[in-house]
């Protein structure tokens, strides 16, 4: 296993992130409810928010490059609040394989332990190998989001699995 470091990104990080988060959208547009083309036009500024309003852990190379992301939102509202988000799961190609990705679900876990009850996400149905990490960290999935996402005409379904943290 490859050594990376996890930390909570920061406002220094702003440009990588945004970089990171921009190459995920164009790459793989169907494991994204976002789109490239949407994010592709918002300001540093409107990133910059994003950082400061939900708890996004990055993984830094030996070099001290960004090569993942996964984020937590915890909502504000009073009867969904007690539901953490996990949400923009991204690894660059070269730190596939390397036991990043388990990594970084495992701090958004640590992240949302004693804030919320339940971890939810969502991961595209044609995306196994994502489906089996997810499985293999205690996520079960509790239904199936039919033509959740169109991509270019082009339907994908979403699995929703969540993680009680009680």
């Given at each position: 296993?490859?050594?990376?470091?996890?930390?909570?990104?920061?406002?220094?990080?702003?440009?990588?992130?945004?970089?990171?988060?921009?190459?995920?959208?164009?790459?793989?547009?169907?494991?994204?409810?976002?789109?490239?083309?949407?994010?592709?036009?918002?300001?540093?500024?409107?990133?910059?928010?994003?950082?400061?309003?939900?708890?996004?852990?990055?993984?830094?190379?030996?070099?001290?490059?960004?090569?993942?992301?996964?984020?937590?939102?915890?909502?504000?509202?009073?009867?969904?609040?007690?539901?953490?988000?996990?949400?923009?799961?991204?690894?660059?190609?070269?730190?596939?394989?390397?036991?990043?990705?388990?990594?970084?679900?495992?701090?958004?876990?640590?992240?949302?332990?004693?804030?919320?009850?339940?971890?939810?996400?969502?991961?595209?149905?044609?995306?196994?190998?994502?489906?089996?990490?997810?499985?293999?960290?205690?996520?079960?999935?509790?239904?199936?989001?039919?033509?959740?996402?169109?991509?270019d005409g082009?339907?994908?379904d979403e699995?929703?699995?969540?993680?009680?943290?009680?």
């Open positions: 296993m490859s050594s990376f470091q996890l930390r909570r990104l920061e406002p220094r990080d702003i440009d990588a992130y945004r970089a990171l988060r921009l190459d995920g959208l164009k790459r793989h547009p169907e494991s994204f409810g976002a789109s490239y083309e949407d994010e592709a036009r918002q300001p540093l500024e409107w990133f910059a928010n994003r950082l400061a309003a939900a708890a996004i852990i990055g993984a830094f190379d030996a070099a001290g490059a960004l090569v993942g992301v996964a984020g937590l939102t915890i909502p504000g509202a009073i009867k969904t609040r007690h539901k953490g988000i996990l949400w923009g799961m991204y690894v660059v190609e070269a730190a596939r394989g390397s036991g990043l990705s388990q990594q970084l679900v495992e701090a958004v876990i640590d992240e949302a332990r004693g804030k919320v009850e339940q971890l939810q996400l969502t991961v595209v149905s044609s995306n196994a190998v994502a489906i089996r990490l997810y499985s293999k960290l205690g996520f079960a999935s509790y239904g199936l989001e039919t033509r959740a996402l169109c991509v082009q339907y994908f699995v929703l699995m969540a993680l009680p943290l009680l």
